[in-house]
């Protein structure tokens, strides 16, 4: 049973790529798109202290970076989490992603 659900999953991660057949918003894209922002959140705090240390030195970095990819973390996990638990349901309209900054992290950036 184990193996059947880690297939389906990644079965769903396939089919839910950015520039796929299934591309458009629907609810495997919905539910790739919450599991992707679960999985890549801690990344964001990384990414957080990074930006900051190239922008304003280290200082920067470490204090405002990690509260900036702190908080980019917890933001990533609820929209994911809120995303997987209500992919069959058309919300927001239609699928629609509610983050847009990137929608996937790291896409686009």
């Known amino acids: 049973m184990k193996k059947v659900t880690t297939v389906l999953l990644l079965v769903t991660l396939i089919l839910s790529v950015p520039g796929s057949a299934f591309a458009e918003n629907n609810p495997l894209t919905k539910l790739g798109r919450g599991i992707a922002n679960v999985l890549t959140s801690p990344i964001a705090l990384g990414r957080g202290i990074t930006?900051?240390?190239?922008?304003?030195?280290?200082?920067?970095?470490?204090?405002?970076?990690?509260?900036?990819?702190?908080?980019?973390v917890v933001k990533r996990i609820l929209v994911g989490a809120y995303e997987v638990a209500t992919f069959p349901a058309p919300?927001?309209?239609?699928?629609?992603?509610?983050?847009?900054?990137?929608?996937?992290?790291?896409?686009?950036?």
Not at 52 to 57: E, I, L, N, T, V
């Open 51 to 72: 930006d900051a240390y190239d922008k304003d030195g280290i200082l920067a970095g470490v204090t405002v970076g990690a509260l900036t990819g702190a908080f980019n």
């Open 91 to 109: 919300i927001p309209s239609m699928y629609e992603p509610i983050l847009t900054d990137p929608e996937y992290f790291m896409s686009g950036e």
